[in-house]
């Protein structure tokens, strides 16, 4: 059986590759089409078409996508950095160095602290962090962190996927949960919280 791309013709003439359908998808079983173009197919000679160098067929438009920026044309300025990062119920970690405090300060005090992994161009990751933020916000005695894995690559060397939630008790990893589950997340941390 013939593909689907048997319809689709390509015939070679003085202007180029012109792109021609035919008019059956399947020849062997005599649906019409074929190689040969019928007495009423219409054929395009070098005085219908035009003198254009361009391989489209005649009459066709101009790509709209690529169009060149007109001669006035500016980029927008661009936005300042906002500078302050911080969320209220999670705490942003920016090395490694700041992420082995907050395991310390766990394991000091006797708490639960729950770590995000992700990335800035991750967009699971960054929609993770209000629900991480809200169980902060529930939760006040324990700590909720985010990590970006390239700016702590010591201690997430081995997380492969993001985002991926690190549980540590009191100093120690106990859990791992892998994906963008809110619910999933939610009730993690009500295993581990309660």
């Known amino acids: 059986m ?3 791309f048997s319809s689709v013709q ?21 649906r019409g089409g074929g190689d ?6 219409p054929q395009t000679t070098k005085e ?20 060149t920026a007109p001669r006035g044309f500016k980029q927008p300025p661009r936005k300042p950095y906002r500078g302050d990062d911080s969320i209220d119920g999670v705490r942003i970690v ?28 991750c967009e699971h990751c960054k929609g993770m962090v209000p629900a991480m ?8 005695k324990h700590t909720f962190a985010v990590a970006d894995v390239f700016h702590t690559p010591v201690v997430s060397e081995r997380v492969v996927y993001t985002p991926t939630f690190w549980v540590y008790d009191r100093g120690v990893k106990v859990d791992q949960l892998i994906g963008s589950d809110v619910q999933n997340l939610k ?3 009500w295993l581990h919280l309660s």
Do not use: I, N
């Open 10 to 30: 390509f015939r070679r003439s003085e202007e180029g590759m012109v792109l021609k359908f035919a008019q059956g998808w399947d020849r062997r079983r005599g």
């Open 48 to 67: 219908e078409s035009g003198s254009s160098p361009h391989p489209r067929a005649h009459g066709e438009r101009e790509s709209v996508r690529f169009r």
């Open 133 to 140: 933020a809200a169980l902060g916000r529930a939760h006040r």
């Open 94 to 121: 920016r090395s490694d160095e700041e992420l082995r405090s907050l395991v310390d300060e766990s394991r000091a005090k006797g708490t639960k602290l729950f770590v995000e992994f992700g990335t800035a161009w």
């Open 2 to 4: 013939r593909s689907v």
């Open 36 to 41: 040969t173009p019928s007495k009423d197919s």
């Open 187 to 189: 009730d993690r941390a």
